[in-house]
């Protein structure tokens, strides 16, 4: 690997880890690097810590090889945290914590860098380009290259949203020539849903609420709703994306209940609010345009000490 094949050459176990509620780009990134480390270090015994992800992932090779139950006293010689913190580890912070070597891989502009090496750069539309930059060109192959090309895909919406750049779409254009079926692959772990899944969206939709003049929106899914449509958290990914999507709106709140009084909640903005900013405030993180956090308390006063922020954000711009 560039940059810190020094770092590793010696490694007799590595570990990799990604975030809690691992989306696509966490996913694909770390089943990228498992399948290269396998390459570059044929010697070594890699292990991956993560938790189960949405079925959808099927279609990678190698993913049944993830562990998700993380009761193990290895310390490691290596332990990659990928697409995160060390905080948003969950249960394989004690593995990371541990480990002899940490190097942390991230691309979240509130990251300050939780490893001994850290490479994270803001700039990047994804976990997963960042990595395939890191790869030696001669080691991808087919996997790796299908696993990058979903990650990247991921992240940028299908190539939608402003953090696609030209050299991102020069590495989607490199992946492409290994021959995959890109497009079933999108089709299938991006815009296809479960029966279930759709009802929810619609649900959350039709409960949606707009506020400070239609500029925001907010809507909720409880414990409750996700029992009645037999969904988990995993089925709710999307919904902010079309709450955001509506004419008019600057930001888009959404939340689902997980404990009593406790909301996982997921922003997305087009830009003029710095969302990012807004989770930090609440012991979050995330990106310019799509961040997140977890709150306490109830829903409307989550609400209040979000829109306070996200008002305050408006008012300094001006528009
Ligand atoms: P989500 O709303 O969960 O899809 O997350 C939007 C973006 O913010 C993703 O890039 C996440 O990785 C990041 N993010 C979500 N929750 C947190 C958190 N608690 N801390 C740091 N970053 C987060
Ligand atoms: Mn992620
Ligand atoms: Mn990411």
Redo the contacts with the bound molecule.
């Keep these: 690997m560039k940059r810190i094949s020094s770092e590793i050459k010696e490694a007799k176990t590595i570990a990799i880890g990604g ?1 809690v ?1 691992p ?1 696509g780009d966490c996913v694909c990134s770390v089943m990228a690097l498992y399948h290269y480390l396998k390459k570059e270090l044929p010697q070594a015994q890699i292990d991956v810590y993560l938790e189960e992800p949405p079925a959808p992932f099927r279609v990678l090779e190698g993913i049944e090889e993830i562990k998700s139950e993380f009761n193990t006293d290895t310390i490691y010689d290596v332990f990659f945290a990928v ?2 913190n060390d ?2 580890l969950g249960d394989a912070l004690p593995i990371f914590r541990r480990a002899r070597k940490r190097i942390n891989i991230d691309h ?1 502009i ?1 990251n300050t860098g939780s490893g001994d090496i850290n490479i994270v750069e803001p700039e990047r539309s994804s976990t997963a380009e960042l990595l395939y930059d890191l790869m030696e060109p001669e080691l991808v192959d087919v996997e790796i290259a299908k696993a990058i090309y979903i990650g990247i895909a991921h992240d940028t919406g299908v190539f939608r949203y402003s953090n696609t750049s030209p050299h991102t779409m020069q590495i989607a254009a490199d992946l492409l020539k290994f021959g995959f079926d890109f497009s079933a692959l999108i089709e299938e772990t991006f815009y296809e849903k479960t029966y279930f899944q759709t009802q929810i969206m619609g649900r959350a939709i039709l409960g949606s609420v707009r506020f400070m003049d239609g500029r925001c929106i907010v809507s909720m899914v409880s414990r409750r709703m996700m029992e009645f449509y037999c969904v988990s958290p995993k089925d709710l ?1 999307g919904i ?1 994306n079309q709450l955001q999507g509506v004419k008019g709106v600057d930001c888009a709140i959404f939340m689902y209940e997980i404990g009593t009084l406790e909301y996982k909640v ?2 997305r903005s087009n830009g003029l609010v710095d969302v990012s900013q807004v ?1 930090v405030k609440f ?5 310019v345009r ?5 709150m306490n308390g109830t829903y409307h006063d989550n609400i209040n000490n979000l829109s306070r922020e996200i008002e305050a954000q408006l008012k300094k711009t001006g528009e």
């Design positions: 975030h509620r989306d697409d995160c905080e948003r979240h509130s990914d902010v997921s922003m989770a012991g979050g993180g995330g990106h799509a961040a997140g956090c977890t």
